[in-house]
């Protein structure tokens, strides 16, 4: 069964760093696009940032573009966001999933993890 589970969530203060991994399963990375999307309270969910499955290829939405970096671990099949410069804007939802925003190299498919809360906040 394929999962994609997001950890690294919380609260942080403006100007403040996170981490956030996407742990995933029964897929491999080096065939498949993940992207990191993310949803605030009464707005519609919005894709941040995704990476192709050759690992050469990086999106990023214009408002996170300087301040986010995606990468990803093929060996641990996992993905990460480094969020730094958080801003309260940022407070959301963050979901990871096999799709991207954008047309980028590799498989896409519709398997989304739970998502995990960050909050930025003083």
């Known amino acids: 069964q394929v999962r994609l589970v997001e950890s690294g969530g919380g609260l942080v203060q403006p100007g403040g760093s996170l981490i956030l991994s996407c742990a995933v399963s029964e897929i491999s990375l080096d065939l498949y696009v993940v992207g990191w999307f993310r949803q605030a309270p009464g707005k519609q969910r919005e894709g941040v940032s995704c990476?192709?499955?050759?690992?050469?290829?990086?999106y990023y939405e214009d408002s996170v573009k300087g301040r986010f970096t995606i990468s990803k671990n093929n060996a641990k099949n996992t993905v990460y966001l480094q969020m730094n410069s958080l801003k309260s804007e940022d407070t959301a939802v963050y979901y990871c999933?096999?799709?991207?925003?954008?047309?980028?190299?590799?498989?896409?498919?519709?398997?989304w993890g739970q998502g995990t809360q960050v909050t930025v906040s003083s």
């Open positions: 999933a096999t799709d991207c925003p954008v047309p980028i190299l590799g498989l896409e498919s519709d398997y």
């Open positions: 990476i192709s499955s050759s690992n050469d290829e990086t």
